[in-house]
């Protein structure tokens, strides 16, 4: 079964620093664009960052600096290294799979893992 | 970075009814956009790719269409359970964009 499984969500300080988590089952990351949204609390979709099969990676202008996606291969995971956080980082995050190189959109998505930013 | 305007940010219908739910970027983006849905307390699901092409799974109701600048969802005879918020999102270039949401409710 095809699947994607976030962890690693906490409440944190502002200032902090956090890594978000996102396993993969049924296919393999590596072959794959990586994708992280975030959705605040009752608030509309927000695209994060993405990482392209070939390592290449961008970010939203609202974290661009402050977080860095990665992938391990060897564990089938794809991570969020979360720096410098603040109040408005505060949100329900993501992964999904982008299928977009095939033409395709973002077509499996995880359950979501919830960051809170608050002292 | 491309803006995304999506109209109406809300709607009210009955079931049987049929809606249609624009975005607007704000430059060209041939046809590199999709349609998602999502539910309270769910992730998104993808419905629509590459503008007009159907999701594997998602029923015929659902259609896309457009290209360049302006792209429409139409939902055909709603279902109880297409009560939900959409979506539109740019994948075009990065940083992709999605639109504002718009929130379908039941009249």
């Known amino acids: 079964e095809v699947q994607l499984v976030e962890s690693g969500g906490a409440l944190v300080q502002p200032g902090g620093s956090l890594r978000l988590s996102c396993a993969a089952s049924?296919?393999?990351?590596?072959?794959?664009?990586m994708d992280w949204v975030r959705q605040a609390p009752g608030k509309g979709l927000e695209w994060v960052s993405v990482?392209?099969?070939?390592?290449?990676?961008y970010y939203a202008d609202s974290v661009k600096g402050r977080f860095t996606i990665s992938r391990d291969n060897s564990k089938n995971t794809v991570f969020l290294q979360m720096n410098s956080l603040r109040a408005e980082d505060t949100a329900v995050y993501y992964c999904?799979?982008?299928?977009?190189?095939?033409?395709?959109?973002?077509?499996?998505w995880g359950q979501g893992t919830t960051v809170t930013v608050s002292s | 970075a491309i803006q995304m305007t999506q109209s109406p940010s809300s709607l009210s219908a009955s079931v049987g009814d049929s809606v249609t739910i624009t975005c607007r970027a704000s430059?060209?983006?041939?046809?590199?956009l999709g349609w998602y849905q999502q539910k309270p307390g769910k992730a998104p699901r993808l419905l629509i790719y590459?503008?007009?092409s159907l999701q594997s799974g998602v029923p015929s109701r659902f259609s896309g269409s457009g290209s360049d600048t302006d792209f429409t969802l139409t939902i055909s005879s709603l279902q109880p359970e297409d009560f939900a918020t959409y979506y539109c999102?740019?994948?075009?270039?990065?940083?992709?964009?999605f639109g504002r949401g718009t929130k379908l409710e039941i009249k």
């Open positions: 590459a503008a007009s």
């Open positions: 049924g296919f393999t990351v590596s072959s794959y664009f």
């Open positions: 430059q060209g983006i041939r046809n590199d």
């Open positions: 990482i392209y099969t070939g390592g290449i990676t």
């Open positions: 999102l740019q994948d075009y270039d990065a940083p992709y964009t």
């Open positions: 999904a799979r982008d299928s977009r190189f095939l033409g395709q959109g973002m077509d499996v």
